[in-house]
Nanobody, 120 residues
Framework: QVQLVESGGGLVQAGGSLRLSCAAS????????WRWYRQAPGKERELVAT???????TYGDVVEGRFTISTHKDEKSMYLQMNNLKPEDTAVYYC??????????????WGQGIQVTVSS
């Protein structure tokens, strides 16, 4: 089973920055794509950003040029650099991956979620 551990969330004032991390294990999995989702109270889950192991990056409209998604060279960790945060960015952020092993094929996994709170 794949384990995803998110870190880097917390409380920040509007205009501030946070860097979210998602560490995936075990290392013998191949992670084909990584995604950050978020869900605010009373709102539907929305896709924030996607990055594939080939470097293709896609952002949701909500990013507005303020966020940057990336992966580590070892392809076992994903990051989301969030700048110029707004109160409407307040949500639980979830790491989501597609993981591959020869005996099980491809399967999606989700992290537990990490709270980001932006105060006005």
């Amino acid at each position: 089973q794949v384990q995803l551990v998110e870190s880097g969330g917390g409380l920040v004032q509007a205009g501030g920055s946070l860097r979210l991390s998602c560490a995936a294990s075990p290392s013998y999995y191949t992670f084909n794509w990584w995604r950050w989702y978020r869900q605010a109270p009373g709102k539907e889950r929305e896709l924030v950003a996607t990055i594939t192991r080939f470097g293709k990056i896609t952002y949701g409209d909500v990013v507005e040029g303020r966020f940057t998604i990336s992966t580590h060279k070892d392809e076992k960790s994903m990051y989301l650099q969030m700048n110029n945060l707004k109160p409407e960015d307040t949500a639980v952020y979830y790491c989501n991956v597609d993981a591959y092993v020869t005996w099980a094929g491809n399967k999606e996994y989700w992290g537990q979620g990490i709270q980001v709170t932006v105060s006005s």
